[in-house]
Nanobody, 129 residues
Framework: QVQLVESGGGLVQAGGSLRLACVAS????????MGWFRQAPGKEREVGAC???????????EYAESVKGRFTISGDGVTNTVYLEMNNLQPEDTAVYYC???????????????????WGQGTQVTVSS
């Protein structure tokens, strides 16, 4: 059974920073691809950032236009942890943030966002103005 557990959310003032972490466990998730998505009240879930990397090569790195230059995704393959460093947070970044991972059997396609099969429960990020 795959589990993704997010942490690091909270309340921050505009211009502040937060670092989200997601620890993955289980045997059937891909250790090459992870993603962060977010969903604001009344809105569709959208991608924040996702990365596909293996053996020191990055095959896909994607950021939503609204977070480019402010958010950074990174991972630790030893601990199966993916991070989302968020700087200069703005009220429009307020959302529940979810991490996600594909099934282990999904093939890596360079430059293409993978299909995400496993999802965490989410962590709330609230940015006050």
């Amino acid at each position: 059974q795959v589990q993704l557990v997010e942490s690091g959310g909270g309340l921050v003032q505009a211009g502040g920073s937060l670092r989200l972490a997601c620890v993955a466990s289980g045997r059937t998730f891909s250790r090459s691809s992870m993603g962060w998505f977010r969903q604001a009240p009344g809105k569709e879930r959208e991608v924040g950032a996702c990365i596909t990397a293996s053996a020191g090569n990055t095959f896909n790195l994607e950021y939503a236009e609204s977070v480019k230059g402010r958010f950074t995704i990174s991972g630790d393959g030893v601990t199966n942890t993916v991070y989302l460093e968020m700087n200069n947070l703005q009220p429009e970044d307020t959302a529940v943030y979810y991490c996600a991972a594909p099934q282990a059997w999904r093939r890596i396609v360079p430059g293409q966002r993978p299909i995400f099969d496993f999802w965490g429960q989410g962590t709330q990020v609230t940015v006050s103005s």
